[in-house]
């Protein structure tokens, strides 16, 4: 399977996901997500205080909610409809949040820019081959001295446990099922501090990196050059 296929199966994947996604997410509630992410949270949220920022990869919209609290302006985007329906049924903080579908892979045809850049547990399912056009395409959304701010999954027993093979280019790719019966190939990625750096040195300076090791998360900020 090349890299398109793949990128549109995962599309296919996580819109028929929807109905299943938040449970899978151990979501519950905006306030229970507050307080189990908060250490990551914290390390984050006075970037994007008060900042326009353009939400990559939005899904149900549960990091939507977290965003909206402390933005003056959120522009949620996701590549699949039904995703953007269900963000849309959660109760946000305020009306300070725009949704439009968009492709991360053609970001730059959005023609505006912002001062801040997120995405939540979108990198690990780029294709190694299509991370520089990816980032790329946030740079061309990131105002001088804009923050791009990424934050994913470490390895963890669950996924330690799917089945999984590595690709050609080296992509992590595990095979998912769904209640419905659909199978799926779907890129998962754990990159490491290196690579992750090195990926997005040629966009962006000041480049900081976190782990958490009890969550089992990572956070990378950088500032566009």
């Not at 793949?6 to 996901?17: F, G, S």
């Not at 949040?97 to 505006?112: I, T």
């Not at 095979?175 to 962006?204: M, Q, W, Y």
Request: some cysteine.
């Amino acid at each position: 399977m090349d890299t398109r296929d793949l990128i549109d199966e995962m599309t296919a994947y996580y819109d028929r996901r929807v109905p299943w996604h938040d449970e899978y997410m151990s979501f519950r509630s905006d306030a229970e997500m507050e307080i189990l992410l908060g250490p990551i949270i914290s390390l984050f949220e006075q970037n994007i205080r008060g900042k326009e920022v353009m939400e990559i990869a939005c899904g149900t919209g549960n990091w939507t909610q977290v965003l909206a609290k402390r933005a003056r302006l959120v522009v949620a985007t996701d590549v699949n409809s039904s995703a953007i329906a269900a963000a849309k049924r959660k109760p946000l903080a305020s009306g300070n949040v725009v949704f439009e579908v968009a492709d991360a892979y053609s970001l730059e045809s959005m023609n505006r820019v912002f001062d801040v850049v997120f995405a939540a547990d979108w990198w690990s399912h780029v294709p190694r081959s299509a991370l520089p056009k990816f980032l790329g395409g946030v740079h061309c959304l990131l105002r001088a001295g804009g923050q791009a701010i990424f934050l994913d999954m470490m390895m963890k027993e669950g996924f330690a446990q799917e089945k999984a093979y590595f690709d050609d280019e080296g992509n992590r790719v595990s095979i998912r099922a769904l209640p419905d019966g659909g199978r799926f190939h779907v890129i998962k990625n754990f990159p490491t501090e290196g690579e992750l750096r090195e990926a997005l040195s040629p966009f962006a300076d000041d480049i900081f990196y976190y782990e958490h090791d009890g969550l089992r998360r990572w956070l990378l900020t950088g500032t566009h050059k």
